[in-house]
């Protein structure tokens, strides 16, 4: 089974990244920190940049994270409230038939006018 290519790149991004990092550590190459810094228009950009990526990113994580804590796998509090609401309905609905039941057929009462009557009958 192969693994999905999103996991490759980060895979082979990280071990890039863990590459230059051993690099600098050995002094295999030196970045030209010196020069970025000694031009303070280059860094005042790169650090302006560098800033609204991340508060982009942050703002992204943070909806991501939030949708996902908030997002539950049952029912919405509406949803339940409309369940409730049908379940009390179903039991008036019974109650009424046995109060009809009792007090006699309500088909055989003969009414013109009586549309449940009609739904009733054989």
Do not use: C
């Not at 303070?40 to 609204?52: E, K």
Request: aromatic share 10%; glycine share 6%.
């Amino acid at each position: 089974m192969r693994p999905p290519r999103l996991i490759l790149f980060w895979i082979v991004l990280i071990a890039a990244l863990l590459f230059i990092e051993f690099a600098e550590l050995t002094r295999l190459f030196t970045l030209p920190f010196l020069q970025a810094i000694s031009n303070v228009v280059a860094f005042a950009f790169a650090l302006i940049f560098v800033t609204i990526v991340a508060l982009v990113g942050a703002i992204f994580i943070g909806i991501y994270v939030s949708q996902r804590l908030l997002s539950s796998r049952g029912f919405s509090p509406f949803e339940e409230e409309m369940l409730k609401m049908r379940a009390e309905v179903m039991e008036m609905r019974r109650q009424m038939h046995d109060l009809l039941g009792r007090s006699g057929d309500p088909s055989s009462s003969g009414r013109p006018g009586d549309p449940d009557a009609s739904e009733r009958r054989p």
